[in-house]
């Protein structure tokens, strides 16, 4: 007789609430960082010619060399640094925390940080340690090296700018935190179109520096394409944890086409930037909302009630993200995407009516 879930699948797996999507059909979506732009329309005929004429039938090249030169070009990655593609930055976490995972293994993050960190480490059997930021966002370098000395972990990750506080850390106290690290340190610069600052440069400062990035905040998140680069030390040997043909060939084929034209995603850009400043004046202005200064395409805001805010927007059409419960500095804390001026309209008018209304 077979036996049940319970005998098979571990404990801590079935513990787990599973990461949940939201339907946001028929809603103004501002809950999941996306660009909020369509691509031009000679642009998406071109790429409709690319899928015309795409042999299907054929797997992709698995080592994606033409995208990697694109990539090395647009990303301005250093000559002497690896680069893999994945299936989303979110692949290169389980890779690489896969990677590391002996017996005992830990991995470190400056939280609050991005869910997935949390979720991974558990699916792939590393101990989790959070260190907390200070109440105003800022990093407690003294309690992350007390951490790095205490677990000495071989992985650490750090957001930058973070998810979901939206800012950017000090530089110099990121370097202290790579050099004093005994193993990898992440950037996951996610964000880094809206940002302006980058460790990518320094790469070669830093042996044990790894930067990863994404084209799903750049306007291609149905693409599902991530990027890591560093030290080959490093990358020959994650390379090895990272599934065969994992970026299929329309991603491959649509990304390569799409960084040809990167004047359209610098536009987009610089429009999400201009909406950002828009959307944080507005914020200010209204009583009892305390947005955060942003370097990302999202602004997080604290407001009394933040879940009765949240339910109210819902009922106004609007989604956005809650994060009221998720981690105790993000106490009454809501998170909006940058939208297109239309969408942020649209949210600042229903929030201020829901505010009214309570």
């Given at each position: 007789m077979p036996k049940a879930p319970e005998d098979i699948i571990r404990d801590e797996i079935r513990a787990m609430s599973g990461y949940r999507v939201p339907d946001a059909?028929?809603?103004?979506?501002?809950?999941?960082?996306?660009?909020?732009?369509?691509?031009?329309?000679?642009?998406?005929?071109?790429?409709?010619?690319?899928?015309?004429?795409?042999?299907?039938?054929?797997?992709?090249?698995?080592?994606?060399?033409?995208?990697?030169?694109?990539?090395?070009?647009?990303?301005?990655?250093?000559?002497?640094?690896?680069?893999?593609?994945?299936?989303?930055?979110?692949?290169?976490?389980?890779?690489?925390?896969?990677?590391?995972?002996?017996?005992?293994?830990?991995?470190?993050?400056?939280?609050?940080?991005?869910?997935?960190?949390?979720?991974?480490?558990?699916?792939?059997?590393?101990?989790?340690?959070?260190?907390?930021?200070?109440?105003?966002?800022?990093?407690?370098?003294?309690?992350?090296?007390?951490?790095?000395?205490?677990h000495q972990p071989p992985l650490i990750f750090i957001v930058f700018p973070n998810n979901p506080t939206g800012n950017l850390f000090d530089v110099e106290t990121i370097a202290r935190i790579i050099e004093?690290?005994?193993?990898?340190?992440?950037?996951?610069?996610?964000?880094?179109?809206?940002?302006?600052?980058?460790f990518m440069p320094r790469l070669q400062d830093f042996p044990n520096l790894l930067v990863m990035r994404t084209l799903s905040k750049l306007g291609l998140a149905g693409l599902r394409l991530g990027v890591l680069a560093g030290a080959r030390a490093w990358l020959q040997h994650v390379d090895k944890v990272r599934l065969p043909y994992n970026v299929n060939v329309l991603t491959q084929l649509i990304a390569e086409k799409v960084l040809q034209h990167q004047d359209v995603l610098a536009r987009q850009a610089a429009a999400i930037k201009a909406e950002r400043a828009r959307l944080f004046d507005e914020l200010e202005h209204i009583p009892g909302v305390r947005p955060f200064p942003s370097d990302a395409n999202f602004i997080l805001f604290r407001i009394v009630g933040a879940s009765e805010v949240f339910a109210g927007l819902k009922r106004r059409g609007v989604l956005i993200k809650n994060l009221h419960e998720t981690h105790p500095a993000l106490a009454h804390c809501l998170r909006v995407t940058v939208g297109t001026p239309d969408e942020n309209s649209r949210f600042l008018g229903a929030l201020k009516e829901t505010v009214n209304a309570g």
């Open positions: 059909t028929g809603m103004v979506k501002l809950d999941a960082m996306e660009n909020p732009y369509h691509l031009p329309p000679e642009l998406q005929a071109e790429i409709a010619r690319i899928v015309e004429t795409t042999a299907l039938n054929r797997y992709p090249d698995s080592g994606a060399a033409r995208l990697k030169v694109r990539l090395r070009e647009v990303m301005e990655i250093p000559a002497g640094a690896d680069v893999l593609v994945g299936n989303g930055s979110d692949e290169f976490i389980q890779t690489l925390m896969l990677s590391v995972a002996r017996p005992g293994a830990c991995v470190l993050v400056l939280e609050p940080s991005f869910i997935m960190f949390r979720l991974i480490a558990t699916f792939c059997g590393v101990r989790f340690i959070g260190v907390p930021l200070k109440p105003d966002f800022t990093v407690d370098i003294e309690g992350v090296l007390a951490a790095v000395a205490e004093a690290a005994p193993g990898i340190v992440v950037l996951d610069e996610a964000y880094h179109a809206f940002a302006g600052q980058s």
